[in-house]
C-alpha cells in the first residue's frame, strides 16, 4: 500500500492519485482487470451449472454462494469505475479535501479488491471441482444420475396406501410371513416375484422402494436384502460384485463373469432374497435372472424405472412377472403439507397469507412430485420474502423443468 500513500502525500503529489486510479498498468487497474476477467469465467460455470441445480441440492447451494460472490465483485468493479470517473474530471490543483477523500477511500479499497476476488475464485473452483466430481457434461442428453442408496427419508408424507400394496403384492402377511404359509398352502410360493414400480422422473419410486426394503415386515420375511443403483449403464459386473458384498459381507477380486456368478449362487441358493434394482433405463438387468433363479423359493425382484418398456410379460425359469405398480404424484391435500414443509411456509409468519397465496401458484406446477417440492421449496427457503418468492414464481427455471420427455425434474 505504499504506492497509495505515497499519491496522498500533499497536492504536489496529486499526479500520482491520478495514475494509481486510471493508469491501465497501475496496480489498482490490474487488479480491476483480473477481476473482471474472473466475472467471465464464472458467468461460463454459472451457465453450465444452472440446469442442474434442480438436480443437486448441492450444486444449487454452490450456484446461489457462486452468484452472490459474482454481484460482490460487479459492485467492486462499479465502485473503481465510479471513482476513476471523478479523478477524471476533477481538477485536481484545487481538490485538497477531494485528495483527502480518495486517500481514505483508496487505503481501503485494494483490500476489498483482493477479498472480492478471492471469494469469487474459491466459488468457482468449488463449483467446478462438485461438477467435475460427478462427471457432469454440457450435453443434458449424457447426464449421469446420482447414486441412490437403501435409507428412505426420515419424514415421509403419504405413500402408505401404495407401500401395504406393494407388501401385498409381494405376498408378505402383517405378521411378515409370506401370505400363503399362514393358510398352509405353498403352491404360491413356488415363484420369484418380479414386481415392476413405474413412473415418471421425480414421482418418488425410489422413495417407495426404500420403504418397502425398510419394512419390518419385508425385515421378518426375507433373509437377505439387496440394493442396487443400476443407472444408465449397466455394469452386470459391478452388479454381481456388490451382490456377493451384500451376500458375504465381503469382497471378490474376481473378473470372470462365471466365476462371479458361480460365488453368488453359493452364498445366495439357500437364502430367501429381496433384490431392488432401482433406476434401471434398459431390459439388461434380466442378465441377473440365472442366478436369482437359484435363491430360495419366496425371493422377489423389485424394479424402479420410468418406462414399461423394460419389462415384458414373460416368465423365465423360477420367475413370475406381476402388474406393476404405476406410481403418480401425491394427493393434494399431502402435497401441499409437503411443499410448505420443504419451502419453510408456516402460519408464524407476519406475513403468511401473502407468501401462502405464492407458494399455492408454485406448488400447482409442481404435479405432485415430490422431488419438485425439495427441489423448489429449497430454493424458496432460502429467503422467505415476498419479493425473492414473485422471482421465482415467475422464473425462466419452469421452461428448464419441462424440457424432460418424462415431465418436470425427470
Keep these: 500500500m505504499d504506492y497509495i500513500k505515497t499519491a496522498f502525500e500533499g497536492v504536489a503529489a496529486v499526479p500520482s492519485v491520478y495514475q494509481c486510479l486510471v493508469a491501465p498498468n497501475s496496480e489498482l487497474s490490474q487488479s480491476i482487470s483480473r477481476l473482471d476477467t474472473t466475472l467471465i469465467v464464472a458467468s461460463q460455470i454459472i451457465e453450465r451449472s444452472e440446469c442442474w441445480c434442480f438436480r443437486y441440492d448441492r450444486i444449487r447451494k454452490l450456484l446461489s454462494y457462486l452468484k452472490n460472490a459474482v454481484y460482490e465483485a460487479e459492485l467492486t468493479i462499479e465502485e473503481f469505475e465510479s471513482q476513476r470517473t471523478r479523478a477524471e474530471n476533477h481538477d485536481w490543483n484545487i481538490a485538497g479535501e477531494l485528495i483527502n477523500s480518495f486517500k481514505n477511500w483508496a487505503t481501503g479499497f485494494q483490500n476489498k479488491v483482493i477479498s472480492a476476488q478471492g471469494n469469487l475464485n474459491h466459488c468457482c473452483d468449488q463449483l467446478e471441482k462438485f461438477c467435475n466430481g460427478f462427471?457432469?457434461?454440457?450435453?443434458?442428453?449424457?447426464?449421469?444420475?446420482?447414486?441412490?442408496?437403501?435409507?428412505?427419508?426420515?419424514v415421509l408424507y403419504g405413500r402408505n396406501k401404495e407401500l401395504d400394496h406393494a407388501i401385498g403384492m409381494l405376498g408378505i402377511s402383517r405378521s411378515g410371513l409370506y401370505a400363503s404359509e399362514s393358510s398352509g398352502c405353498r403352491e404360491s410360493n413356488r415363484k420369484i416375484?418380479?414386481?415392476?414400480?413405474?413412473?415418471?422422473?421425480?414421482?418418488?419410486?425410489?422413495?417407495?422402494?426404500?420403504?418397502?426394503?425398510?419394512?419390518?415386515?419385508?425385515?421378518?420375511?426375507?433373509?437377505?436384502?439387496?440394493?442396487?443403483?443400476?443407472?444408465?449403464?449397466?455394469?452386470?459386473?459391478?452388479?454381481?460384485?456388490?451382490?456377493?458384498?451384500?451376500?458375504?459381507?465381503?469382497?471378490?477380486?474376481?473378473?470372470?463373469?462365471?466365476?462371479?456368478?458361480?460365488?453368488?449362487?453359493?452364498?445366495?441358493?439357500?437364502?430367501?432374497?429381496?433384490?431392488?434394482?432401482?433406476?434401471?433405463?434398459?431390459?439388461?438387468?434380466?442378465?441377473?435372472?440365472?442366478?436369482?433363479?437359484?435363491?430360495?423359493?419366496?425371493?422377489?425382484?423389485?424394479?424402479?424405472s420410468r418406462s414399461r418398456e423394460h419389462f415384458n410379460n414373460s416368465t423365465e425359469g423360477n420367475m413370475t412377472l406381476l402388474k406393476p405398480i404405476l406410481l403418480e404424484g401425491l394427493e393434494e391435500g399431502i402435497y401441499w403439507d409437503f411443499f410448505k414443509k420443504c419451502a419453510g411456509l408456516n402460519v408464524g409468519l407476519s406475513n403468511y397469507s401473502e407468501l401462502e397465496h405464492i407458494a399455492?401458484?408454485?406448488?400447482?406446477?409442481?404435479?405432485?412430485?415430490?422431488?419438485?417440492?425439495?427441489?423448489?421449496?429449497?430454493?424458496?427457503?432460502?429467503?422467505?420474502?415476498?419479493?425473492?418468492?414473485?422471482?421465482?414464481?415467475?422464473?425462466?427455471?419452469?421452461?428448464v423443468m419441462r424440457q424432460g420427455e418424462d415431465g418436470i425434474m425427470c
Design 135 to 154: 462427471e457432469i457434461p454440457q450435453n443434458p442428453e449424457k447426464f449421469s444420475r446420482p447414486i441412490t442408496v437403501s435409507r428412505p427419508p426420515v
Design 193 to 304: 416375484h418380479v414386481l415392476p414400480i413405474v413412473g415418471i422422473g421425480g414421482v418418488g419410486k425410489t422413495t417407495l422402494s426404500q420403504m418397502v426394503y425398510k419394512d419390518k415386515r419385508a425385515d421378518s420375511y426375507y433373509d437377505l436384502k439387496i440394493w442396487l443403483c443400476v443407472t444408465e449403464k449397466f455394469d452386470l459386473e459391478r452388479m454381481l460384485k456388490e451382490m456377493i458384498q451384500y451376500a458375504t459381507k465381503k469382497g471378490s477380486d474376481f473378473t470372470s463373469l462365471d466365476l462371479l456368478e458361480d460365488t453368488l449362487i453359493e452364498a445366495i441358493k439357500s437364502k430367501r432374497v429381496l433384490l431392488v434394482l432401482d433406476d434401471i433405463w434398459s431390459s439388461d438387468w434380466q442378465q441377473l435372472l440365472g442366478p436369482m433363479n437359484e435363491a430360495s423359493k419366496g425371493s422377489a425382484i423389485i424394479l424402479t
Design 360 to 399: 399455492g401458484v408454485i406448488c400447482r406446477r409442481l404435479k405432485g412430485l415430490p422431488l419438485a417440492a425439495k427441489t423448489v421449496g429449497g430454493i424458496l427457503k432460502q429467503r422467505i420474502d415476498r419479493q425473492h418468492w414473485i422471482t421465482i414464481r415467475d422464473s425462466e427455471m419452469w421452461k
